[in-house]
């Protein structure tokens, strides 16, 4: 299938688009949905950041340079090998929807961009489709204006393998096509699907308009321009976190694993040099003051662990401003045997741009402390730094259930 199947050749506002995107790992296709793929590139099931990214630089090839599915297909079938990554559905299959859903979603939100400078927009089916769905053939021809809302519910593609587009028109073209103004907007009847059967976080319902497939049901692009309004800053979502829900926040039914019990030695003393708390947490990882260490985590992504993660610019220490040395094993423990992974895509206004961040919890019961009751340590770590919290007891289960944000990665199995 060429790329010229969708409509165009490549253009400046597609690749920019894709280009702008985070790489994301996640478990299935379900675990970010609509708008979310504004800001996201995810494969799914790739759960690793290694896999996600030849994949990325694959679907950007095409972007970039036209290339064929077939050209696609053996960077495929090169990745698939490299990693061993075991995914579901057949080779062929799979690497056309990856293909295919790419290209047509960044087409899209490059038209959308494009489109803003026509007042009007009309809906186009192609008529060389092999099976067209009789809704899409339905909107052929309508016309409505480029602000109304059924926009953000229709715009092409709605469905996998859709392949209808959207052109801007002025008011001479209504008059060349004899209407006096816009149509109607149509009035969705919406129907509850199920889908993610097989996902790792279990089957979810949604409601979508008929002739819409789940998960397109969304303008593609249109969440971008919407970013640039200045948003009220909201709340971190734990004290001290590097902040904002993201833009996902759906969590499994099922809670955490139950709490592991800790020696109360893992308390260090009060009072000590910045260095001595320092070299504890580095201990944990075979790091020391001096030489820095290549942590690879439960999942299989590496994390540099080395003191200047508790130093500024200067070379001096913030560990004391802080005021947590005791628990920095506990940030340690989260990190090297956490209960549960998460990773969300945060958009950071102030500077423009978005960042992953994946977020270690571990919940704790420290022998002798607060009557046994769980504690949380939380360590968060995205391209533009990391955090900790810790939390003895852990406030209540909606303080925990605020940790647990965007996609679940890993779940220790109890």
Known sequence: MPLTAYGSLPFA????FFRRKLNLPTDGWTDIYTREHDWAFVVAGANRDAIVADFRAAVDKAIE???????????????VATHGWDYNGGRNWRSRVLY???LATSYAAGRWQQLQGAPYWQYEHQDWVQHPREQHIAWNGLVLEKDDPAWQVMFPPNGWGCHCTVRGLWPRDLARLGKAGPDQAPQFQYVERTIGQRSI??????R???????GFEYAPGSARLRSAIPPERPDPPLPGSTGGHGLSNRRPPDPLPPPRTLPASVLLPPGQAPEAYVSQFLGAFGATLDAPAIVRDVIGERVVVGKELFQDARGEWKVLKRERERYLPLLAQALAAPDEIWARVEWLHALGRAVV???YLARYVIEGQEGNTPGLAVFELGADGWSGVTAFPAASDDYLEHARIGVRLYRRQP
């Open 357 to 359: 961040r994946r977020r």
């Open 13 to 16: 506002e597609q690749a920019q």
């Open 201 to 206: 976080n279990g089957p979810r319902t949604v």
């Open 208 to 214: 979508v308009p008929e002739g819409i497939d789940p």
């Open 65 to 79: 340079g036209g290339s064929t599915l077939e050209d696609f297909r053996r960077d495929f079938d090169r990745i």
């Open 100 to 102: 295919g859903t790419n």
